[in-house]
């Protein structure tokens, strides 16, 4: 069975957690520190979006298929030309020294060692070139993104991007639903302050440009006070989360400059929920769209991410390329966004309790139940490849019952 592949369990190193979700995050909880847990588990407002994303899965279930011949079947997809184990990939998380002391590190290890999709977010606490080398070569399997905050510094911007491309980074997710942190009630006193003591910021303050930006303060980057390190960690957490929106107007020259620079690989935008915006996307010539609410962490009382790709692939479905993402926590959440048209699924959360709990073991224990789940998945559901899976695998309620 090609499933033993993934199956954790087969090879008798399994950490002694078990991935259910609800578990996870209680032995997160265990191993985080206050500001660490607060910032990763909050949502904005009274959680109704994350709530409305869960929901959204139960309003759909999944037509298994029987007698299908399913012995050989493949999990196997491509994201952008790169050839990959399945269409789930990791989603972009900032700070990940929150989580565990190597930060993104050994998150981009396991997840070039398993050949799926890694996003380096801007907000990231390790440089640019050190979490590339980490996940490795993507030539052959898997692809690294680059997650960007545009701040509003141009040649900033443009520094990042050289440094994504230099570093390796195929493909550019420039997210538009985070120019500032929402309200999210436990973490509003708690996370920011674990960023300014200068925890997560080692992507900014490597940057040359940044470290320009800081020299014209009158701070020299490799002879910082503590204090110094504080202010140069507020000075990046501004610059990326400046609270100043972008608009369309911008982005022809965003898309120009990522595509002169990385010899004319794919640039997609992140956060899109209304049809009209991801007909804009496509329009203004973004090679995709990643359908999402940010986990229900921007605006509170947003619609469900899943009914957003709905409509979204309906209207733009066959125009461009469409991922999704936003409380998945299964792999039949997998399957449900893929049978609506989702090409890829990114998967948040429930690496971060992994990372948690056990960092790099906890991550690979996380992402390898879940690609078993979903070889399983396909097994008793009765899909031989991920292409089998369209609308007809799956129907949908009007109300949860
Ligand atoms: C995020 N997300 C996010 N997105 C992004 O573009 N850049 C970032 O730095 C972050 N940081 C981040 C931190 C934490 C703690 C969370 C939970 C989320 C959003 C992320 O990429 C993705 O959209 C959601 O996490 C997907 O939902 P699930 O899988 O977490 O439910």
Known sequence: Y?????????????????????????????????????????????SHTHTA?????????????????????????????????????????????????????????????????????????????????????????????????????????????????????EACFLTVDTWQLAWRHDDVNTSNYAFYKGIGADLGLSDPVFQKRLRERGIDVNNMTQEEKVNASAMWIDSIWHGRAWSWEKMPWLIRTWKELSGGKPICIKGIQDVRDAEKAVKTGFDGIVVSNHAGRQVDGAVASLDALERIVNAVGDKTYIMFDSGVRSASDVFKALAIGAKFVFIGRL?????????????????????????????????????????????????NY
């Open 2 to 46: 090609q499933r033993d592949n993934f199956w954790a369990v087969n090879e008798g190193l399994v950490p002694p957690f078990n991935t259910e979700p609800g578990k996870l995050e209680e032995l997160a909880k265990e191993k985080l520190t206050e500001s660490g847990w607060y910032y990763a588990s909050s949502n904005a407002g009274l």
């Open 53 to 169: 994303n869960r929901q959204a899965f139960y309003r759909h279930r999944i037509i298994p298929r029987m007698l299908v011949d399913t012995n050989a079947r493949d999990t196997a997809t491509t994201f952008f030309g790169h050839k990959v184990a399945a269409p789930i990939g990791f989603a972009p998380i900032g700070i990940n020294k929150i989580y565990h002391p190597l930060g993104e590190l050994p998150v981009a290890k396991v997840a070039g060692e398993l050949g799926l999709p890694y996003c380096l977010s801007t907000a990231g606490s390790q440089p640019i070139e050190d979490v590339g080398k980490a996940y490795g070569s993507s030539s052959s399997s898997g692809c690294k993104v680059f997650q960007l905050y545009m701040p509003h510094d141009d040649e900033m911007t443009v520094s990042l991007l050289k440094r994504a491309v230099e570093g390796g980074f």
């Open 351 to 399: 690496w971060v309790w992994g990372l948690s709990i056990m960092g790099e073991h906890g991550v690979r224990h996380v992402m390898k139940s879940l690609l078993a789940e979903f070889d399983i998945l396909l097994n008793v559901g009765g899909f031989k490849t991920v292409k089998k899976i369209d609308r007809s695998a799956i129907e949908s309620y009007e109300k």
